[in-house]
């Protein structure tokens, strides 16, 4: 198996939640509907804002990488909801259903042999696949834990 395939393979058990990382199914499996807007102590977002900035960043992230007029969303605030806005279940769903698509387009990408892991990319010097892989799999693995660091102090697992 040649190197290139055994990085491959390492960013994609990283991207669904391999090894020492909870995948976000088991995260949010059985969350209770009634905590989907709530605060937990001395945090200032709610789970679902927490996996909106999940989403938001890692579509931000396959932009950068896919799309060579990317324009950056301003920090912090384009990376987050508005810490008014609230979830439903079904904006819920929407939001874990999406996080779900862009890993697999992350994979996708991933799973494309032509694309080399290592050269620049072509709008975006000295940024590359690898670089944004290893970014999008950090970032989610980080909120993924403290989702569930949450889910734990509020007593959120059934």
Do not use: K
């Amino acid at each position: 198996m040649a190197s290139d395939d055994i990085v491959r393979q390492q960013l994609l058990f990283l991207l669904q939640g391999g090894g020492a990382h909870m995948s976000l199914e088991q995260a949010v499996a059985d969350f209770p509907e009634a905590l989907m807007n709530s605060h937990p102590p001395q945090v200032p977002y709610t789970f679902w804002h927490l996996l909106e900035h999940i989403r938001i960043a890692q579509w931000d992230i396959i932009d950068f990488c896919r799309n060579p007029q990317y324009q950056a969303l301003s920090w912090p605030e384009g990376y987050w909801p508005h810490p008014d806005a609230t979830a439903t279940p079904e904006r819920w769903q929407q939001t874990v259903q999406q996080i779900m698509a862009d890993t697999q387009l992350l994979s996708a990408m991933l799973h494309d042999s032509a694309t080399d892991l290592y050269a620049d990319l072509p709008h975006a010097a000295e940024y590359t696949l690898l670089r944004e892989m290893l970014l999008a799999a950090d970032h989610n693995a980080y909120h993924l834990g403290e989702f569930c660091i949450l889910r734990q102090v509020m007593n959120a697992w059934v």
